[in-house]
T-cell receptor, first 114, second 112 residues
Framework: KAGVTQTPRYLIKTRGQQVTLSCSPISGHRSVSWYQQTPGQGLQFLFEYFSETQRNKGNFPGRFSGRQFSNSRSEMNVSTLELGDSALYLC?????????????FGPGTRLTVL | GEDVEQSLFLSVREGDSSVINCTYTDSSSTYLYWYKQEPGAGLQLLTYIFSNMDMKQDQRLTVLLNKKDKHLSLRIADTQTGDSAIYFCAESRGRGYQKVTFGTGTKLQVIP
């Protein structure tokens, strides 16, 4: 079974631009969560989607948004990029929120904002 | 709110045992996890323990949970150079609640 895939793996943007990251969960998994990892703040929860609905949201500004499609693939968008948005963005999937399965992480997208 | 603390760095000699410690504050934590992150890679789930357990062993890995003190540890027996990585402790409330709170990570350096 293929793991969680994230595209692109690396991205360089400039301040003020916007960016869209993509995550394909493990086949059959319907819950997708997003995390931001930075050296200063560590791993922080962004949001979680299940059945195309956002179920939980972390403490991030409205510039960070996401969505989930009917095939469970998810995208996250960051608008008006700031230097501090440079981070590794990790996506994780589970079968369902009520499942006892734990989250399986993708390799991440490394975003650099210049 | 939830908080998970870990020491930042641990250095051990190859063949020795490593013990990585973690403390958490959320008494509602149901699942406690250990993840491994190698350079340039995502997170790999190593093992997890339910809060109603106090120990779990999985090959070279032993997890100990002291729920009273909210203390979790990961012991790696016969540590190898391939174990060099950052290890994250994490907690969640489990079912129906997929928000996972991670610790700061402990960088394990294995000296040959």
């Amino acid at each position: 079974k293929a793991g969680v895939t994230q595209t692109p793996r690396y991205l360089i943007k400039t301040r003020g631009q916007q960016v869209t990251l993509s995550c394909s969960p493990i086949s059959g998994h319907r819950s997708v969560s997003w995390y931001q990892q930075t050296p200063g703040q560590g791993l922080q929860f962004l949001f979680e989607y299940f059945s195309e609905t956002q179920r939980n949201k972390g403490n991030f500004p409205g510039r960070f948004s996401g969505r989930q499609f009917s095939n469970s693939r998810s995208e996250m968008n960051v608008s008006t990029l700031e230097l501090g948005d440079s981070a590794l963005y990790l996506c994780a999937s589970t079968a369902a929120p009520t499942s006892t399965d734990t989250q399986y992480f993708g390799p991440g997208t490394r975003l650099t904002v210049l | 709110g939830e908080d998970v603390e870990q020491s930042l760095f641990l250095s051990v000699r190859e063949g020795d045992s490593s013990v990585i410690n973690c403390t958490y504050t959320d008494s509602s934590s149901t699942y406690l996890y250990w993840y491994k992150q190698e350079p340039g890679a995502g997170l790999q789930l190593l093992t997890y323990i339910f809060s109603n357990m106090d120990m779990k062993q999985d090959q070279r890995l032993t997890v100990l949970l002291n729920k009273k003190d909210k203390h979790l540890s990961l012991r790696i027996a016969d540590t190898q150079t391939g174990d060099s990585a950052i290890y994250f402790c994490a907690e969640s409330r489990g079912r129906g609640y997929q928000k996972v709170t991670f610790g700061t990570g402990t960088k394990l350096q294995v000296i040959p």
